[in-house]
């Protein structure tokens, strides 16, 4: 059975560790381990950090969460309203980043990447961006259902 959560808040700093351990207690149903349970707990701060410094760049907005749960994986999308990305295959090089004087090492979706099973961005400019994101728990045991070798 797919279980289902939308979540949205507001694009401040303080709600990210919020949005994290959200996202963990919705995968808590799919028995993780606590090294699966970081990965998808990093990848989610990741996200969120992205839409707040990026996308509305210390202004006002919000950020918007949905999980879905389905065999052995969870599928998450992180989407905000923003500035959007002019060029996504340039922001998914390591080290790139737009906020270069705020100390950013342009590592997020690079940790994102390593972090989840399945990866993507869609972005445009001025219309927002979304992050799709996938993990499969038990990666032995799901390998079959995911077609992950």
Request: net charge negative; hydrophobic share 35%.
């Given at each position: ?6 979540l949205e808040?507001s694009a401040l ?7 994290r ?7 808590l ?7 699966e349970l970081s990965?998808?707990k ?7 950090t ?17 999980c ?11 989407s905000?309203?923003?500035r959007?990305i ?7 090089e390591?080290f790139?980043?737009t906020?270069e004087g705020?100390?950013r090492?342009g590592m997020?979706?690079?940790?994102m990447q390593?972090f989840m099973?399945?990866?993507g961005?869609?972005?445009e400019?001025g219309?927002?961006?979304r ?8 990666r032995n045991?799901c ?6 070798k």
């Amino acid at each position: 059975m797919k279980n289902y959560m939308k979540l949205e808040f507001s694009a401040l700093s303080e709600n990210e560790p919020f949005a994290r351990n959200a996202v963990a207690a919705f995968c808590l149903g799919l028995n993780p381990t606590l090294d699966e349970l970081s990965d998808v707990k990093t990848a989610v701060s990741e996200a969120v950090t992205n839409c707040i410094v990026h996308a509305y760049r210390g202004g006002e907005g919000s950020v918007c969460i949905e999980c879905e749960t389905e065999g052995c994986a969870v599928h998450i999308t992180v989407s905000d309203r923003g500035r959007g990305i002019e060029d996504v295959g340039k922001a998914l090089e390591p080290f790139f980043t737009t906020a270069e004087g705020d100390e950013r090492s342009g590592m997020g979706f690079t940790i994102m990447q390593t972090f989840m099973t399945d990866f993507g961005v869609e972005s445009e400019a001025g219309g927002g961006t979304r992050v799709r994101m996938s993990k499969y728990f038990g990666r032995n045991s799901c390998a079959e259902v995911a077609n992950v070798k």
